[in-house]
T-cell receptor, first 113, second 114 residues
Framework: GEDVEQSLFLSVREGDSSVINCTYT??????LYWYKQEPGAGLQLLTY?????DMKQDQRLTVLLNKKDKHLSLRIADTQTGDSAIYFC?????????????FGKGTHLIIQP | KAGVTQTPRYLIKTRGQQVTLSCSPI?????VSWYQQTPGQGLQFLFE???????NKGNFPGRFSGRQFSNSRSEMNVSTLELGDSALYLC?????????????FGSGTRLTVV
């Protein structure tokens, strides 16, 4: 089945850009997502990208997709203390998503003052 | 509009008991999915319901079951609880089957089995 890998931790200074990376194995993935989870909360959908796109920008967020290398990244510009959370990459496979989403283990984003 | 509502927020159960968790999706959403989140395994797909039909089920034993009602509300049931069932159970809803444009998640039910 699908495998999704992420680094466990990322530490950045407040005001800098954060880049969270994700690699996946299934080249037939159709939609790719980034979710954010704050302590004690559920998952918040940040953004998604279709597999036929290579970039999507949404305010401070930029998603880059390299299908050849099966690599997805999320860039957060001007990182703030409120961005401190766990960020999950998730992949929707073929078959209309009937097998649900496959999530990475999440990247803990730590903001240094 | 109201988000995805899960009840209860916290549950403590004893091994061998059964438990029922409830999820009310966003109004108009017909797809409801359930995920289990644990520190060791991360987020794992349990099942998805769309228009009262189970589309698929993840790699979980038959003790895990669910259903969806005509108003799209969903319940999941775990019978004969084991210590390893302790987890955060997340419900997610979507307009479309398979959550093409993303799911909206609830805050979860934290189940502790003692």
């Amino acid at each position: 089945g699908e495998d999704v890998e992420q680094s466990l931790f990322l530490s950045v200074r407040e005001g800098d850009s954060s880049v969270i990376n994700c690699t996946y194995t299934d080249s037939s993935s159709t939609y790719l997502y980034w979710y954010k989870q704050e302590p004690g909360a559920g998952l918040q959908l940040l953004t998604y990208i279709f597999s036929n796109m290579d970039m999507k920008q949404d305010q401070r967020l930029t998603v880059l997709l390299n299908k050849k290398d099966k690599h997805l990244s999320l860039r957060i510009a001007d990182t703030q203390t409120g961005d401190s959370a766990i960020y999950f990459c998730a992949i929707r496979g073929p078959g209309g998503g009937a097998d649900g989403l496959t999530f990475g283990k999440g990247t803990h984003l730590i903001i240094q003052p | 509009k109201a988000g995805v509502t899960q009840t209860p927020r916290y549950l403590i159960k004893t091994r061998g008991q059964q438990v029922t968790l409830s999820c009310s999706p966003i109004s108009g959403h017909r797809s409801v999915s359930w995920y289990q989140q644990t520190p060791g395994q991360g987020l794992q797909f349990l099942f998805e319901y769309f228009s009262e039909t189970q589309r698929n089920k993840g790699n979980f034993p038959g003790r895990f079951s669910g259903r969806q009602f005509s108003n799209s509300r969903s319940e999941m049931n775990v019978s004969t609880l084991e210590l390893g069932d302790s987890a955060l159970y997340l419900c997610a809803s979507s307009l479309f089957a398979g959550g093409a444009y993303g799911y909206t998640f609830g805050s979860g039910t934290r189940l502790t089995v003692v």
